[in-house]
């Protein structure tokens, strides 16, 4: 490391320290406890990671702690079926426009489309895209086409990522809500495969381990049109970042969105697991990781950080 490279790196990083002692002592909001293992964890716990565009990347606190990224992988499933499919097949079944409901209504259009692929009823469907587009699912092939995403995921963390079975096996046993969705999708027609199958396979790609520093490589990936800059590989086209970012800012946040986009102005995607995954076009990756959520299912700390950020950088978009 150069001398300037140093100096960089710990005022940054005093920086992040200053905004995780603000965050500090914030104990409001409550961890979700609807799938019973993530009520297990440590509410305490808060990392922040950055990723710039050039590949550095700046940490503090719980940055190495792995927890479940949830709803942070839609976008990247998103992704990929966007990649595999192509818009016009992936906009019949899934649409883009913003909610205004909770993450687990069955919010559909006058099409019976999912409104967007951010809540659970578009995930779900977008996870239906990477199954064979009929009914009978041999055995295995959700195995095949977990080790694809799980793939597809790495190369946009720039590490290898592992799933978590004890959450993965604990959402499995209690999805009544995520069962319910999906049997009326498929009752709607908008399922091309087994509704099982499908959940399946958006349960095991929620339950995948990431830590903050992974959540800030996605971000700076997504902020880099598809590449990432720490490994200079292209992991989706510069079109397709284009999407996941329109409806990060549109959707990310659920019920919450118009108020993040006016108050903090960086596309994101939360999970209830407590990160926040942001992606501030062609500068910056975020994560952080605090387990508290509010009302929405957001971080509370989370959102809590990305407002002094947006303020103090003015990294607001517009
Ligand atoms: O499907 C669910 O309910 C969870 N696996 C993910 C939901 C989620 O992360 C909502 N985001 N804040």
Not at 17 to 35: E, L, M, N, P, T
Not at 45 to 54: F, M, N, R, V
Not at 144 to 160: K, P
Not at 176 to 204: E, H, K, Q, W
């Amino acid at each position: 490391m150069t001398s300037s490279t140093e100096g960089r790196t710990s005022l940054v990083a005093g920086y992040l320290q200053h905004i995780a002692d603000q965050c500090a002592d914030d104990r409001s909001g409550a961890v979700a406890d609807y799938i019973p293992e993530l009520a297990a964890v440590d509410p305490d716990q808060y990392g922040l990671s950055l990723c710039a565009h050039d590949g550095y990347l700046y940490s503090v606190g719980d940055t190495t702690t792995e927890f479940t990224i949830q709803s942070m992988s839609k976008p990247l499933t998103y992704a990929m079926v966007l990649g595999r499919h192509g818009s016009d097949v992936v906009d019949a079944k899934i649409g883009v426009e913003p909610s205004g409901e909770a993450f687990n209504e069955i919010s559909v259009d006058s099409r019976r489309r999912p409104r967007n692929p951010m809540i659970n009823a578009g995930a779900i469907t977008a996870a239906s895209l990477l199954l064979p587009q009929h009914r009978e699912v041999e055995p295995g092939v959700v195995d095949e086409a977990f080790a694809e995403l799980v793939e597809f995921y790495s190369a946009c963390a720039g590490r290898r990522l592992t799933i978590d079975d004890e959450v993965y096996l604990s959402e499995k046993s209690t999805g009544s809500r995520n069962r319910a969705i999906a049997y009326m999708l498929d009752s709607f027609g908008v399922l091309g495969t087994d509704p099982d199958a499908a959940l399946d396979l958006y349960f095991r790609q929620c339950s995948l381990r990431v830590t903050t520093a992974d959540l800030a490589v996605v971000g700076v990936t997504i902020a880099c049109g598809g590449v990432n800059p720490r490994t200079g590989r292209r992991v989706f086209s510069r079109r397709t970042a284009q999407r996941l970012l329109s409806v990060m800012t549109t959707c990310g946040m659920y019920d919450g969105a118009g108020d993040w986009v006016t108050s903090v102005g960086i596309p994101a995607k939360s999970g209830v697991g407590g990160g926040i995954l942001g992606s501030l076009p062609g500068q910056l990756g975020i994560g952080v990781f605090s387990p508290r959520l509010d009302d929405h299912g957001n971080s509370v700390r989370g959102v809590d950080t990305y407002r002094h950020l947006s303020a103090d950088l003015g990294l607001h978009m517009f």
